[in-house]
């Protein structure tokens, strides 16, 4: 499908295999992957090695099963959490937020803090989006979503928005 990722990787739950679909050629789930593969694709041409993906597609009860929202953009085939095989999740963030890549939301998860400062997350929510891209960077730390500064330093940090 693309140079780096396939429909079936970016149709992968670790939490509940079981429930993972692959949508039907031709569908507009299917349809959005294939975007989706193809700016995926660019983020692991520019960041230089494997990206790992951990959830993309989510069917309506594997959305459910994981407490997704309903209006997710995994539901859709539109989003991706990841993280780069090798290498810093923030720094991987980072180069996304600079690239000039449409992207509607960029998401810090499960993020650590030190004064106001990411120290850390988990993993990075990319999502797409059929409109305008709203190019939003937000951290969650678990809890709550708050908005996020990516500065000139490569350093993220929670927004007082």
Request: glycine share 10%.
């Amino acid at each position: 499908m693309g140079k780096y990722f396939t429909i079936n990787e970016l149709c992968v739950s670790g939490s509940y295999p079981k429930l993972v679909t692959v949508p039907k050629a031709g569908t507009t789930e299917y349809k959005n992957l294939e975007r989706l593969i193809g700016v995926l694709d660019q983020i692991r041409e520019k960041w230089g090695s494997a990206i790992i993906v951990t959830s993309g597609y989510r069917n309506e009860k594997l959305n459910n099963a994981v407490g997704g929202s309903k209006t997710s953009a995994h539901r859709y085939g539109l989003a991706a959490d990841i993280h780069p095989k090798s290498g810093s999740i923030l720094d991987l963030a980072a180069q996304i937020a600079e690239s000039g890549i449409g992207f509607d939301q960029l998401i810090l998860e499960k993020v650590t803090t030190k004064n106001g400062k990411i120290t850390d997350c988990q993993w990075l929510h990319f999502g797409l989006t059929d409109g305008k891209p709203r190019k939003q960077i937000l951290a969650w730390n678990g809890k709550k979503y708050t908005p996020a500064k990516l500065h000139i330093t490569k350093e993220f940090s929670i927004s007082n928005q």
